[in-house]
């Protein structure tokens, strides 16, 4: 069993920055790659950004592209969002995903192991 949690979410004005964490624990959790997706009221979830297990590959949404950086640290198994420039409209519950592979991937029903979300709120 894997157990993700996230956590960094909060209220920010439009401009500013926050840096969500998720962490990964579990006697099963191997070598995984890891994702970020969020869903905003009365939207379908959505990719956000992928990172494969070696950190060699990432991905980003092109709405957060320039904008976030995805970087994991393995030896802690977190997985780290920093997002910058904030809009409103990336206002949405942000959710940690794993897969069970190393290479990434964008669709939700890739990944197995999800965290329960951190809300972010970016005020105009």
């Known amino acids: 069993q894997v157990q993700v949690v996230e956590s960094g979410g909060g209220l920010v004005q439009a401009g500013g920055s926050l840096r969500l964490s998720c962490a990964a624990s579990?006697?099963?959790?191997?070598?995984?790659?890891g994702g970020w997706f969020r869903q905003a009221p009365g939207k379908e979830r959505e990719f956000v950004s992928a990172?494969?297990?070696?950190?060699?590959?990432?991905l980003y949404a092109d709405s957060v592209k320039g904008r976030c950086t995805i970087s994991r640290d393995n030896a802690k198994n977190m997985v780290y969002l920093q997002m910058n420039s904030l809009k409103p409209e990336d206002t949405a519950v942000y959710y940690c995903?794993?897969?069970?592979?190393?290479?990434?991937?964008?669709?939700?029903?890739?990944?197995?192991?999800w965290g329960q979300g951190t809300q972010v709120t970016v005020s105009s």
């Open positions: 995903a794993f897969t069970r592979g190393i290479g990434v991937r964008r669709s939700s029903s890739e990944y197995f192991y």
């Open positions: 579990g006697r099963t959790f191997g070598t995984y790659a």
């Open positions: 990172i494969s297990w070696g950190s060699t590959t990432t």
